[in-house]
C-alpha cells in the first residue's frame, strides 16, 4: 500500500513540476505600468522601454497589454522578438507565453544571420525554432530571391517548404512551381507541380512537375512530363521556337550549359524533327548531339525539310538560329521524297554524311565509306529514270534544294534504270538500309493540349521582371 502511494504522489509532483514548467510566467518591465480589470480579467499596461522576457525569448516595444491569468502579451510599437540568432521586426504582435508562440498581422520579418525572411503576416514558434509566415512571403538567402504565399522554415535544420505561387530567383534564371523544399546548407531543392525553369538570356524554358536541384553540383533533374522550349529570332524577324520531350532532363549548369534528354526524345523546330534515346543540347551554342545507346534497339532519326537522316551518332550545328551543319557517322542514310511522286525516294547511305546548309538551304551532302545510292532522274520535271550507284565517296551538290551535280570517287560503278523499265515498280529500287519512319514529330503534336498554355506562359516569361 505504501509502495502504492508513493507512485501516486511521484506521479503528482511529477505533474505538478511539469504544469509549473508550462506556466512560465512571462515577465515585463517598462517606464510605467498600470494595472486594471477588464471583464473580470487582470491586467497590466506597460509604457515605455517595454522588456519582456520568458526564458531565453526576449521582446522589446514601445507598449505592452499583459494578459496575467492567460500568460500573453499584446505588443505593439517598434516589436522586436530575440532568441538566441533569431530576431524578428513586426509594429504590431502578440505572444502566447504558455506556448511560446509569437503571432503577427502587421508586417512581420525575421533575421537569422543566414536568411532574410518577411511577409504580411507570420507566426514564430520557439519552443521548435519554426517560422510560418503567409501572404506576400519573401525569402532571401545569399543571391536567391523566394516568393510565395506561405512558407514555414525550421531555422535549425536551415530548411524552407514554400508552397503557393512558389518563385525562385538568382542571378542567371528564375523558377516557379506549386511548392517547393529547400536546403539552405545543401543548397538542395526539390519543387512539385506547374514546374517552370526559363533563362531570360537564352529565351529557353523548361515545363514539368518534377524538380530535384543540387546547386553544389550545377546539376538538376526534371522529370514528369518535362517540355524544353527555346524561342529565337531570325534575321528576317519571324520566331523560330525549338520544342524537345522525354521522360526525362537533367541540366547541368557548368561551363558546358547543357541539357541532357532521355527516354522516349522528341523534337520539334519548323522544318526540322527528330525521335531517338538521348539527346544532348548546348544551351549557348546551340549544338545537339544524339546517339544510339547500348541498349537501345533503333538509331536516331531526324527530318529536315523532306529529307529523312538516320544514324548511330548525329551532330547538329546551328548558327544564327539556323541549321548549318550535320554530321551522321556510322549506319548513315538519307532519304528524300518527292512532292510530286510518292514513290520516287532519293536515297543514299554509307558510314558518314556530312550535310552542309548556306542561307538558301542545302548546298552539299558528301558521303564517305561504302556509299550506295538511288537517285530519280528528271527531264523538264519529267521523270526519266533511275540513276543507282556504289563509291567509297560521294560528293552531291544542290542548287535551290535540288541535285545539280554527283561525283563519285573510288571504285565507283553506276547503272541506268530507264523509266519504263521502273514505273510502278518504284519500291523495288532500294538501298539495303530502307527504312521509312512515320509519326514525324511537331510541335503541335509534342505538346498536345499544353500548346495554348505552355506558350501563353512563354509571353509572359519574356515579359517577367521587365
Request: overall charge neutral; charged content about 25%.
Amino acid at each position: 500500500m505504501r509502495f502504492r502511494l508513493i507512485i501516486i504522489t511521484t506521479i503528482l509532483l511529477s505533474s505538478l513540476l511539469l504544469a509549473q514548467q508550462a506556466k512560465e510566467m512571462i515577465i515585463v518591465n517598462g517606464d510605467s505600468l498600470v494595472g486594471k480589470m477588464v471583464n473580470g480579467e487582470s491586467i497590466r499596461e506597460v509604457h515605455g522601454n517595454v522588456i519582456l522576457t520568458q526564458g531565453n525569448v526576449r521582446i522589446t516595444c514601445t507598449k505592452a497589454i499583459q494578459y496575467i491569468a492567460r500568460n500573453e502579451a499584446e505588443l505593439i510599437g517598434k516589436v522586436v522578438v530575440k532568441q538566441d540568432s533569431v530576431i524578428i521586426n513586426t509594429d504590431v504582435g502578440y505572444y502566447y507565453g504558455n506556448t511560446k508562440i509569437a503571432h503577427s498581422r502587421s508586417g512581420v520579418s525575421l533575421y537569422d544571420g543566414h536568411i532574410n525572411l518577411s511577409s504580411k503576416n507570420g507566426y514564430y514558434y520557439f519552443d521548435e525554432k519554426k517560422a510560418f509566415f503567409y501572404d506576400n512571403v519573401k525569402l532571401f538567402d545569399d543571391v536567391t530571391t523566394m516568393l510565395s504565399d506561405r512558407m514555414t522554415y525550421y531555422n535549425n535544420e536551415d530548411r524552407a517548404e514554400a508552397a503557393g505561387n512558389v518563385e525562385v530567383r538568382d542571378t542567371a534564371s528564375v523558377m516557379f512551381a506549386d511548392s517547393l523544399v529547400h536546403y539552405r546548407n545543401t543548397k538542395i531543392s526539390f519543387a512539385y507541380n506547374n514546374i517552370t525553369i526559363y533563362d531570360p538570356k537564352s529565351r529557353l524554358a523548361i515545363f514539368a512537375n518534377r524538380l530535384e536541384s543540387y546547386k553544389q553540383k550545377d546539376y538538376s533533374k526534371i522529370y514528369d512530363k518535362p517540355i524544353l522550349v527555346k524561342i529565337d529570332t531570325t534575321d528576317d524577324g519571324v520566331l523560330d521556337t525549338l520544342v524537345i520531350s522525354s521522360k526525362l532532363m537533367e541540366s547541368y549548369d557548368d561551363s558546358t550549359k547543357r541539357v541532357v534528354a532521355t527516354d522516349s526524345v522528341l523534337i520539334a523546330r519548323n522544318n526540322f524533327a527528330s525521335i531517338n534515346d538521348i539527346t544532348i543540347f548546348y544551351r549557348n551554342s546551340e549544338y545537339l548531339f544524339t546517339y544510339k545507346p547500348e541498349s537501345a534497339t533503333t538509331s536516331p532519326v531526324l527530318w529536315n525539310e523532306n529529307t529523312q537522316l538516320i544514324g548511330d551518332t548525329v551532330n547538329v550545328y546551328l548558327k544564327d538560329n539556323k541549321l548549318k551543319q550535320l554530321l551522321i557517322n556510322s549506319n548513315a542514310s538519307i532519304i528524300s521524297t518527292n512532292e510530286k511522286y510518292d514513290f520516287k525516294y532519293d536515297q543514299i547511305s554509307g558510314r558518314k554524311i556530312e550535310m552542309s546548309f548556306g542561307e538558301n538551304g542545302l548546298e552539299k551532302t558528301e558521303v564517305t565509306g561504302n556509299v550506295l545510292s538511288i537517285y530519280f532522274l528528271f527531264e523538264d520535271d519529267e521523270p526519266n529514270g533511275l540513276m543507282k550507284s556504289s563509291s567509297e565517296r560521294a560528293v552531291i551538290l544542290f542548287k535551290d534544294n535540288s541535285v545539280d551535280e554527283v561525283k563519285f570517287y573510288g571504285n565507283a560503278a553506276s547503272e541506268y534504270h530507264p523509266e519504263n523499265l521502273i514505273e510502278g515498280k518504284e519500291k523495288d529500287f532500294t538501298i539495303p538500309s530502307f527504312l521509312l519512319i512515320k509519326n514525324r514529330p511537331t510541335k503541335e503534336s509534342i505538346l498536345g493540349n499544353r500548346i495554348n498554355k505552355i506558350f501563353s506562359q512563354m509571353n509572359k516569361l519574356q515579359n517577367h521582371g521587365k
